[in-house]
T-cell receptor
Framework: ETGVTQTPRHLVMGMTNKKSLKCEQH?????MYWYKQSAKKPLELMFV???????ENNSVPSRFSPECPNSSHLFLHLHTLQPEDSALYLC??????????????FGPGTRLTVT | KNEVEQSPQNLTAQEGEFITINCSYS?????LHWLQQHPGGGIVSLFM???GKKKHGRLIATINIQEKHSSLHITASHPRDSAVYIC????????????FGSGTQLTVLP
């Protein structure tokens, strides 16, 4: 496997279900990100992990819970979601130098539908 | 008002045409990404630039930091270039924070 992988690619879940999205990066990067892309809207940053520490949380509802057990893996745990949470969830990674901007590499995304 | 404005929102071109997509932003930035998103969702980074111009194959990206404007050009466009092109500046307040434009849907007809 190369680059950034995400599983599952498609997920349908009821509002009372609990599920998890998984992201794995094979690039040796030290920062990972979760983004949400809703229909007809720009990408929105949800969470940033740097060296396994959560460094940004863009006011995301608590029904989304991230987990970063190591610098290669990132999870997004989902529970009691709402239909408006249906979207494409994208994971990305980057190699963060000390200062400056970092090119981000994206996974293929998980298409989530909440029924 | 979105901090990042892209134009046009939709663009249809004939194969071989020269394409220009524009991006204007209102925030201070340290660098800017141009991203390509194909149907199905996957996103590919095309360029990251902080000044001047970069070229990769038929793609050229330019940025003018003072005017807060960037352009993406595609020469000799091809149907496989059909995708959504997204401009994403890194705000200078947080180098991790990308602000995304709404994207330009490009369709290149054979």
């Amino acid at each position: 496997e190369t680059g950034v992988t995400q599983t599952p690619r498609h997920l349908v879940m009821g509002m009372t279900n609990k599920k998890s999205l998984k992201c794995e990066q094979h690039l040796g990067h030290n920062a990972m990100y979760w983004y949400k892309q809703s229909a007809k809207k720009p990408l929105e940053l949800m969470f940033v992990y740097n060296f396994k520490e959560q460094t940004e949380n863009n006011s995301v509802p608590s029904r989304f819970s991230p987990e970063c057990p190591n610098s290669s893996h990132l999870f997004l745990h989902l529970h009691t979601l709402q239909p408006e949470d249906s979207a494409l969830y994208l994971c990305a990674s980057s190699q963060e130098p000390r200062g400056g901007a970092y090119e981000q590499y994206f996974g293929p995304g998980t298409r989530l539908t909440v029924t | 008002k979105n901090e990042v404005e892209q134009s046009p929102q939709n663009l249809t071109a004939q194969e071989g045409e020269f394409i220009t997509i524009n991006c204007s932003y209102s925030v201070g930035i340290s660098a800017l990404h141009w991203l390509q998103q194909h149907p199905g969702g996957g996103i590919v980074s095309l360029f990251m630039l902080s000044s001047g111009k970069k070229k990769h194959g038929r793609l050229i990206a330019t940025i003018n930091i003072q005017e807060k404007h960037s352009s993406l050009h595609i020469t000799a466009s091809h149907p496989r270039d059909s995708a959504v092109y997204i401009c994403a500046p890194f705000s200078s307040g947080s180098a991790r924070q990308l602000t995304f434009g709404s994207g330009t849907q490009l369709t290149v007809l054979p």
